[in-house]
């Protein structure tokens, strides 16, 4: 065989070859690859609608905010309380409650006291539709401040949740959904007197003083 038509093969293989590691067989691999879909977790797997009542406490502070939903499906506050509550506020507090989404789930660690979990700061209980509660104790922040730690009852593995979000709801203990003041118009009435002098009758005699008369 022409020696030159030798190393022309060999090198044609050569490419041949580079071409399947370097380039065809990456290609191959990344198609292979299923993409795994992100799964939202959520503190609670529930919808406002179920929410007909919440409570949290402030166990540093001793103070608690509250509120429940009645058959007519109205809010009112019975924490402070009982007042009729703000609507509004209340349904944007309850889906605030329902959307709460879980970071992380630590597994690593069974000492959960270094979490604050065990003596929480705060203390957050749901009561659905069908009278059923769902509690969580709210600890300490994370290293990073990004993420509250939780644990929820009758489970054993701390989770993290969302610091900004959380803080939303927490910040419900300073301005709970208050219905507003009224604003109150006082009118002032100013009362003009009017003097009404009345002319004296006919035949009636008038006496008018007299200036008197010095004689010299």
């Not at 929410?51 to 019975?78: C, K, M, P, Y």
């Not at 009852?153 to 709970?176: K, R």
């Amino acid at each position: 065989m022409n020696r030159k038509l030798t190393i022309g093969l060999v090198v044609v293989f050569a490419v041949l070859v580079l071409y399947l590691l370097v380039i065809q067989r990456p290609r191959d691999l990344i198609a292979a690859i299923t993409p795994t879909p992100r799964v939202t977790a959520y503190l609670w797997a529930i919808t406002p609608d179920q929410i007909s009542g919440f409570r949290l406490e402030d166990r540093v502070n001793s103070r608690a905010v509250a509120l429940s939903r009645d058959a007519s499906g109205a809010w009112s506050l019975t924490e402070p309380g009982p007042q009729p509550a703000d609507q509004n506020g209340a349904n944007q507090a309850v889906t605030a409650l329902a959307g709460l989404t879980v970071v992380t789930t630590i597994t690593s660690t069974t000492e959960l006291s270094v979490f604050g979990v065990l003596s929480p700061t705060y203390q957050l209980q749901i009561t659905l539709t069908d009278g059923s509660q769902l509690t969580a104790a709210i600890g300490d922040k994370t290293p990073s401040s990004t993420a509250y730690y939780l644990l929820r009852a009758g489970e054993a593995n701390v989770i993290t949740v969302n610091s900004t979000s959380m803080d939303a709801v927490i910040a419900l203990l300073d301005a709970p959904p208050i219905v507003p003041p009224t604003a109150t118009v006082t009118a002032t009435v100013e009362v003009t007197g009017t003097v009404t002098v009345t002319a004296p009758a006919a035949g009636t005699a008038v006496l008018t003083p007299s200036a008197a008369t010095a004689t010299p």
